[in-house]
């Protein structure tokens, strides 16, 4: 009995020791994950020639700059901080100028990762050992990623500033006075950091709230006695910093006042709007941020009420939007598919465009110039964050996984942990990553020409002659051909054009989205396929660009599609600057076509349907061809990737999951005995 406890507590240790192996192991990826980020930034910025980077610092301490300026600061259009901001670095010299840009940069990125580190410990009450160990390098990583500190370290701003001083007086500094003073100061740097005085007051810390006005007026105060010219011009004629820097209607101004403004809703409408929804926003972030501190997630409140700030502020410039970004530690959802909605939504719309978040069409511009504050105002006054005593605030309501299909090879699946979902993904999760996903598609696809566009050019028609040459050694170069006997038929003609340009995203979509409603389990195994796909077929436009038939003068092939191209143009008129005409091999007008009838012929329970899936790639492959936008090469290259991707797809997360009712049955089962023995 003895031996077997001995055994037992010696199993245990083995096992305890691993996991903390593992734990090490992941903790040393992220820190060297967040510093190989942290130098990428700092060399993007110091290896930019000096007149293009830190520009704003430039503006300060330069010949020219705000500081040699013997007049009002403000008579510079360049300069939008408060007076007191100017008072403190007015000190800064010519002299320093060179040394000042070195020492900003690093300094500037010792604040993030300050900011990083102050933030991870400041994450809600208890909290598991993994959170504790991963928190800080992954809040460095995503402050490195975002937008504002990018534009931080790039313009040499002191928006990072405001935000760690409410950090530390919230959760560092010891003393109600103390914190006070940190928070008074950030607000005489930021205005709109003052919201925080009556989230102190109301939280129970009303002499940090005292303290943190008193620091506020006395700092102003200064500064107006100082250079009351100035402090006369912010203040009053400008009221707190309205219209300094860029046009106040500009996009960068992710502020209620901007948005009104972009809405055409001017003159004293919009101020009136702009006060009553401004006092709105305050009251009911305020209202939220008060039960969140009492709840214990100061975190949490101070980030909505940074969102609210964001709001209310007449400017509010790209690089004062941190505050968007801590709102992240909120937890959103009873399910834990849905867990993941929030942070993901915050983190993509703090690190990248909002072209990227957004379709390009002209409904949707009212959307994505706006989407930013769209984020901070849902973050301040919408977004049902959970309170700690909620049940599912530790436990959401776990995912139900499909049974386990015996795989043909030991090692499948690489991933197990990437199991069969029976429920379907959440919907918003799947169109934000769907969206961004194509728009780095898109973008990688674009940039796929090989170096400039003459050179590119060349390099795509030499790969042409190839695939030419293989093509008549092989005797399947039917192109020219094949595309002339369209030409004399008409009806041919206009049923390639059509089907060639009608159908080739259409199709892709309504299945993903049948399979979504109707065969969630299978959703999860096409789209992971389609992604395999589609991501080496970007890898084969990147290492081998290659000109279509259409494009390759000699042939004489006649593109029915886009019409005459002028081919004494590099560019080839306007279509190049749209989409990159050399990504050819792979054809993904054909792969994606062939995956969707794969999958139909796959999932589909009728035989007749089986065919009509089939037809469609046999119809595409003949428009590609036919039109002269492919070769036939390119239509077994797309026919390799996607083989390629139900490979990958099998090896990574195993053979495609049975869904019928008595596989969930089966499941269920075996989830009631775990559940009894725990």
């Known amino acids: 009995m003895a031996n077997v406890e001995h055994s037992g507590r010696t199993t245990d240790a083995f096992a305890g020791a691993g996991t903390g192996a593992r734990m090490r192991a992941a903790r040393l990826a992220l820190w060297a994950v967040a510093t190989i980020l942290a130098v990428r930034q700092l060399t993007v910025v110091l290896t930019t020639p000096s007149g293009e980077r830190l520009t704003d610092l430039e503006t300060w301490v330069g010949p020219e700059g705000v500081l040699h300026v013997k007049g009002s600061l403000y008579d510079s259009p360049l300069f939008t901080g408060t007076p007191f901001a100017g008072l403190v670095l007015k000190p800064l010299t010519r002299s320093a100028e060179q040394a000042l840009?070195?020492?900003?940069?690093?300094?500037?990125?010792?604040?993030?990762?300050?900011?990083?580190?102050?933030?991870?410990r400041a994450l809600p009450q208890p909290v598991s050992r993994r959170t504790s160990l991963l928190a800080a390098p992954v809040a460095i990583s995503l402050l490195m990623l975002s937008l504002p500190v990018r534009n931080t370290l790039w313009l040499g701003q002191t928006s990072i500033i405001p935000v760690l001083l409410v950090l530390v007086g919230c959760f560092t500094v010891r003393g109600e006075r103390a914190a006070g003073l940190c928070i008074g100061v950030a607000a005489a740097l930021q205005p709109t950091v003052l919201l925080f005085a009556p989230l102190l007051w109301f939280a129970g810390r009303r002499r940090a709230a005292l303290s943190a006005a008193g620091t506020f007026a006395a700092c102003t105060a200064l500064a107006w006695a100082a250079m009351p010219h100035d402090s006369y011009t912010y203040w009053v004629h400008h009221m707190g910093g309205a219209g300094l820097g860029g046009q106040a209607d500009a996009l960068g101004n992710q502020s209620l006042h901007g948005a009104l403004l972009r809405l055409d809703v001017t003159g004293p409408l919009e101020i009136a709007l702009f006060l009553l929804l401004g006092a709105a926003v305050a009251a009911l972030a305020l209202r939220r941020a008060v039960r969140y501190a009492h709840d214990g997630q100061l975190l949490l409140a101070v980030a909505v009420i940074g969102c609210a700030a964001v709001a209310v502020s007449p400017t509010t410039w790209q690089h004062q939007l941190l505050w968007v970004l801590l709102a992240v530690v909120g937890r959103v959802?009873?399910?834990?598919?849905?867990?993941?909605?929030?942070?993901?939504?915050?983190?993509?719309?703090?690190?990248?465009?909002?072209?990227?978040?957004?379709?390009?069409?002209?409904?949707?511009?009212?959307?994505?110039?706006?989407?930013?504050?769209?984020?901070a105002l849902a973050a301040a006054t919408a977004v049902p964050f959970l309170s700690r005593t909620a049940p599912s605030y530790r436990r959401p309501v776990p995912a139900r996984y499909a049974p386990p299909v015996p795989a043909r090879f030991r090692h499948v699946p690489l991933l197990p942990f990437l199991r069969r979902v029976l429920t379907r993904p959440n919907l918003l999760l799947e169109l934000l990553l769907i969206r961004v996903v194509y728009a780095a598609y898109q973008q990688v696809r674009l940039a796929a020409t090989g170096g400039s566009v003459s050179a590119g050019r060349a390099r795509a028609e030499h790969h042409g002659h190839i695939v030419l040459d293989i093509e008549r050694f092989l005797h399947i170069d039917i192109e020219h051909w094949v595309n002339h006997a369209v030409v004399r038929t008409g009806f041919l003609r206009d049923f390639f054009d059509f089907y060639y340009e009608s159908f080739h995203f259409v199709v892709p979509l309504a299945v993903l989205g049948v399979l979504y409603w109707r065969r969630p389990v299978d959703y999860r195994w096409a789209r992971a396929s389609l992604g395999f796909a589609t991501f080496l077929a970007l890898i084969g436009f990147w290492l081998f660009p290659l000109a279509p038939p259409r494009l390759m003068p000699a042939l004489g092939i006649i593109d029915t599609v886009h019409g005459v191209q002028d081919f004494s143009q590099p560019d080839y008129g306007a279509l190049t600057a749209l989409t990159n005409q050399y990504a050819a091999m792979p054809s993904l007008h054909f792969g994606w076509s062939l995956w969707c009838g794969v999958v139909i012929a796959v999932i589909a329970p009728k035989w007749w349907m089986k065919a009509l899936g089939l037809l469609h790639p046999l119809f595409t492959v003949s428009a590609i061809v036919a039109t002269g936008n492919h070769w036939v090469l390119d239509a077994a290259g797309g026919a390799v990737v996607v083989a390629a991707g139900f490979g990958l797809s099998y090896v990574f997360q195993g053979p495609r999951a049975r869904t019928t009712a008595a596989a969930v049955a089966a499941n269920q089962e075996t989830r009631e005995p775990a559940k009894n023995t725990a």
């Open 101 to 120: 840009g070195w020492g900003w940069t690093f300094g500037t990125l010792l604040l993030v990762v300050a900011l990083g580190l102050v933030a991870a």
């Open 333 to 375: 959802g009873t399910r834990a598919s849905d867990r993941l909605v929030w942070p993901v939504a915050v983190v993509l719309v703090t690190t990248l465009p909002a072209k990227m978040m957004l379709p390009n069409m002209p409904v949707m511009y009212p959307l994505r110039d706006d989407l930013v504050l769209l984020a």
